[in-house]
């Protein structure tokens, strides 16, 4: 499986963009799908994160109401819609697969070790 986010670039405070997360396939194994985001000086944190076995979505706290993760499976691509855009967002996005216990995803969603397979980061910039 190899994966390719796309997407990125610069907005303003408040703009809009949408991530691509195109796999080459997916797995029978690969039970979700996550974004990741990793600032510079930063740790890798967990963005959102969707099951590609009923399509739930988690979110972290700092973007819920704002981005909006959906998959589409026959595409064998996850999307990352992404509003009101602040310079904190201002990060390399990375997505990633999930393949563990798929009962697991609610509770280790946001935990970068939980991954499989990583595609290179798409860079996302906000300027005020």
């Known amino acids: 499986v190899q994966l390719q986010a796309s997407g990125g670039g610069l907005v303003q405070l408040g703009g809009s963009l949408r991530l691509s997360c195109v796999a080459s396939e997916f797995a029978s194994y690969d039970h979700g799908v996550g974004w990741f985001r990793q600032a510079p000086g930063k740790e890798r944190e967990g963005v959102s994160s969707v099951s590609l076995d009923d399509g739930s979505a988690y979110y972290a706290d700092f973007v819920k109401g704002r981005f909006t993760i959906s998959s589409d499976n026959a595409k064998n691509t996850v999307y990352l819609q992404m509003n009101s855009l602040k310079p904190e967002d201002t990060a390399v996005y990375y997505c990633?697969?999930?393949?563990?216990?798929?009962?697991?995803?609610?509770?280790?969603?946001?935990?970068?070790?939980?991954?499989?397979?990583w595609g290179k980061g798409t860079q996302v910039t906000v300027s005020s």
């Open positions: 990633a697969t999930f393949r563990g216990d798929p009962l697991l995803l609610l509770r280790v969603w946001e935990e970068p070790s939980r991954y499989a397979v």
